[in-house]
Structures are given as structure tokens and as C-alpha cells.
């Protein structure tokens, strides 16, 4: 296997987005720093191997050989893999502490994680610059935003801060970028040949209409499976959408696109999506686990329903 595929700190062909990287690499660095370093997490070196191999694959990736990269991948993989990853000490702020701020800053607080989402789309819209450069620079001004409105808000606090969300999420924040990889590895590997294959048995050609409902559900369950729909479009698209859709004439704009959001109702539905589905879970406390999934499954059936309406009216 080809390692470059795993080498999942390799950012942007940027500066700016070199940088988002390094920062993302060394506060994970830091994170297996501070857990190497506490007595009170009962697997101190398991926390830091994991956290300090990730983190460097993140900062690095770009300069170092794909066989380094990919034995640090390696490296990672194993304390999750023997439950090695614990959560160490926490400085979370008191509720006390935390009504007291609501209660002087009121619903001002809402215009850091605003600022965020705009500064991403400003960069997706009117650059050429990665959104994620935009999430970066919009989390720099949030961060000047809260400095104003408590001096209690220190670099520290905010170190600190991102080291307790990363332990919060724990190995599960490294999920979307090795499905990532693995989308690649399967378009390489030709799975996509063998899924038309297979697909070529049940739909007769010609028969565009048909092709649209199953790449779209095809969509989702690759999505479901690969938890990451950028990941399943490369192959779905190759094994469904470019031969049973796309080859009889449909727009590949509107085909395209909507094949996309298709794969996001999968992400809705899947434990697989870390990010959107088990993070918001631990970040909560909630006690069902499957709470998140459970209230997004209705509206990912009634949104797929309607992109396949829309494919079919407008192809």
C-alpha cells in the first residue's frame, strides 16, 4: 500500500494552510505533553503516544517520507486499539463560574462561534484558500473577542481549553481524516469498478431515473459505512454515477452536487461521522449514545427523498 495515502497531515499547497497544520499538531503535541506529565490519568503513556504520534503526523506530515508518516499511523492506532487512551485531569470551569460569565457577557457570547462560521464561508466563497484557513483565522479573532470580554481568558485558558475538548473526543477525533485516506485507498484499489459491475445486473441501461435512485441511496450507505461522504462520492460516483447517470446526459452540476448532500444523510444516520454524531454525545454528557442519530434519522429519510426528486426533475 502506498503510504502517501495515510498521511493525513498533509494540508494545503499554502503557507496559510501549512500553518493551520502545525497549530493543529502541536496543541495536539501539547495534549500528550500534559497527559504524559499527569499523575492522575491512569494511562499516562498510552494518552501520549497516541496524542504526540498524532499530532506529529498532523505538523509534519508534508515534510516527513511516507513511510514515517505511515509508521506514526501505525503507532497511533495502537493504544485505542488496546483501550490505552484515557482522560487525565480536566481543568473544566465550575457551573458557578460558568453562570456567573453568562450572566455578565449574556448572549454576546454567541458572536465568537459566529465569527467562526463566517470567516469560513468568506474564505470558501471569495478565495482559494481551504475553508479550514478561514475557521482557523475565525477562531484567532474569537479568541481576541473573549480576551475582551474576561481578562480571565489567558493563552492558557484557551490551550488548556483545546486540550480538554481533544480528551473529550479521544481517539475518535482521528476517525474522519483515516476515513479520508481510506476513500482514496478504495478508489485506487478499483471498487468502484466492482461495484458498477454489480450495479450493471439490476439496472437496465438507459434506465437514468433508476440510476439516480440508486446512486443517491448508494450515497448514503457508503457515506454510512465510510462515515464521511467526501470520502464515498470518489467511489460511488465512479462505480454508479459516472456510467448508469451521468454517461445518458444528466447534469453533473445538479448530479453532483446533490449526490454530495445525499452522502450527508448518511453522515446523519452513522456512528461512523465522530465528528457530528459521537462528539456531541461525550461533549454533552448525554446518556444515549445514539440520542444524536436518533433525532436526525426522519430528517435524513425526508431529505434524501427530496434530492432524488430534485435529481429526477432536473437531471
Do not use: H
Not at 458557578?96 to 459566529?114: C, D, N, S, V
Not at 484557513?133 to 485558558?157: C, F, Q
Not at 450493471?200 to 437514468?208: M, Y
Not at 470518489?234 to 445538479?254: C, E, K, N, R, S
Amino acid at each position: 500500500m502506498d503510504l502517501k495515502f495515510i498521511q493525513i497531515g498533509a494540508g494545503p499547497a499554502n503557507v496559510l494552510g501549512e500553518a493551520v497544520w502545525i497549530i493543529i499538531g502541536l496543541i495536539t503535541i501539547f495534549a500528550g505533553i500534559k497527559n504524559l506529565l499527569d499523575k492522575e490519568n491512569p494511562s499516562r503513556i498510552g494518552t501520549a503516544v497516541f496524542w504526540c504520534s498524532f499530532g506529529i503526523v498532523c505538523a509534519f506530515g508534508t515534510w516527513l517520507p511516507a513511510k514515517v508518516s505511515g509508521a506514526l499511523v501505525i503507532v497511533m492506532c495502537m493504544p485505542p486499539i488496546f483501550k490505552r487512551v484515557k482522560v487525565g485531569k480536566t481543568n473544566a470551569p465550575t457551573k458557578e463560574y460558568t453562570k456567573g460569565q453568562y450572566q455578565k457577557i449574556g448572549m454576546k457570547i454567541f458572536i465568537p462561534a459566529l465569527t467562526v462560521a463566517v470567516c469560513s464561508l468568506l474564505f470558501a466563497l471569495f478565495t482559494n484558500i481551504s475553508s479550514m484557513v478561514g475557521v482557523t483565522v475565525g477562531v484567532i479573532i474569537s479568541m481576541i473577542i473573549l480576551r475582551a470580554y474576561s481578562s480571565d481568558n489567558k493563552p492558557k485558558v484557551f490551550l488548556e481549553g483545546s486540550e480538554r475538548f481533544l480528551s473529550m473526543m479521544g481517539p475518535l477525533c482521528m476517525l474522519p481524516q483515516l476515513l479520508g485516506a481510506l476513500g482514496g485507498i478504495f478508489t485506487e484499489a478499483g471498487v468502484g469498478e466492482v461495484i458498477a459491475g454489480i450495479v450493471e445486473n439490476v439496472v437496465p441501461k438507459g434506465n437514468v431515473n433508476l440510476g439516480i435512485i440508486i446512486f443517491a441511496i448508494g450515497m448514503v450507505l457508503f457515506t454510512m459505512i465510510m462515515g464521511n461522504a467526501f470520502a464515498a462520492i470518489t467511489v460511488i460516483t465512479v462505480g454508479i454515477g459516472g456510467p448508469f447517470v451521468l454517461a445518458y446526459g444528466a447534469d453533473p452540476v445538479i448530479i453532483g452536487m446533490l449526490a454530495l448532500t445525499c452522502g450527508y444523510c448518511g453522515t446523519l444516520c452513522t456512528p461512523m461521522a465522530a465528528n457530528f454524531n459521537i462528539v456531541p454525545v461525550a461533549i454533552l454528557n448525554m446518556k444515549d449514545r445514539w440520542g444524536v442519530i436518533k433525532n436526525q434519522v426522519v430528517v435524513a429519510a425526508i431529505m434524501l427523498v427530496v434530492q432524488i426528486c430534485y435529481m429526477i426533475m432536473f437531471k
